[in-house]
């Protein structure tokens, strides 16, 4: 079976800290890979998804990156924080036609 | 971009309440994804609906897709306090986009 990973699953950090956040997929092979973020318990943003390594197509113009250095790894990261970066980040994974995502746990985010 | 808009956007009901929450368009849909997110956890698939006016049943849940495919509805029957959450409505894709979503609560 497929199991999606994401850690760390809470972090605090101090704007102007850099950030990695790590997603990795299990039991699958060339999933399509996506990070959203969440705010305030409200819609996903749709931040980045990948088709394949090395190929991460932007969504929103920010102080955020992502890149994919692996098949099923998925990581996310800035070189300096900023206040509004706080909020909870979810990947996911879909494979097929039918786009049905799966979500990770999710990492919990708090720039202070 | 394809908008969604979901309404209520909050709405707090007791527990054997009937309750339905919506998921609209201006553009026409492939298909039609509704999930469900508990706090601090990741959204999890409900359902999938795809031809215009499908109904598919979860249960005590009922899902239509309407028949020009810019529309859908989620109605729960009897409401129970583990229904509460989040609900989004999103078109499947290259990139799934998401509604902003129906906060639920149910009080027993």
């Known amino acids: ?32 890979l996506y990070w959203y973020r969440q705010a305030a ?46 909020g909870f980040y979810l990947c996911a994974w879909s494979v097929g036609h039918d786009y049905e995502q799966y979500f990770g746990p999710g990492t919990r985010l708090t720039v202070t | 971009t394809q908008l969604l808009e979901q309404s209520p956007q909050f709405l707090s009901i007791q527990e054997g309440e009937n309750l339905t929450v919506y998921c609209n368009s201006s553009s026409v849909f492939s298909s039609l994804q509704w999930y469900r997110q508990e706090p601090g956890e990741g959204p999890v698939l409900l359902v999938t609906v795809v031809t215009g006016g499908e109904v598919k049943k979860l249960k005590r849940l009922t899902f239509q897709f309407g028949d020009a495919r810019k529309d859908s509805s989620l109605h729960i029957t009897a409401a129970q306090p583990g229904d509460t959450g989040l609900y989004l409505c999103g078109n499947p894709g290259g990139k799934l986009i998401f509604g902003q979503g129906t906060e639920l609560s149910v009080k027993p």
């Open chain 1, 1 to 32: 079976s497929q199991t999606i990973h994401q850690w760390p699953a809470t972090l605090v950090q101090p704007v102007g800290s850099p950030l990695s956040l790590e997603c990795t997929v299990e039991g699958t092979s060339n999933p399509n």
């Open chain 1, 41 to 86: 318990g409200r819609g996903l943003q749709l931040l980045f998804y990948s088709v394949g390594i090395g190929q991460i197509s932007s969504e929103v113009p920010q102080n955020l990156s992502a890149s994919r250095p692996q098949d099923r790894q998925f990581i996310l990261s800035s070189k300096k924080l900023l206040l509004s970066d706080s």
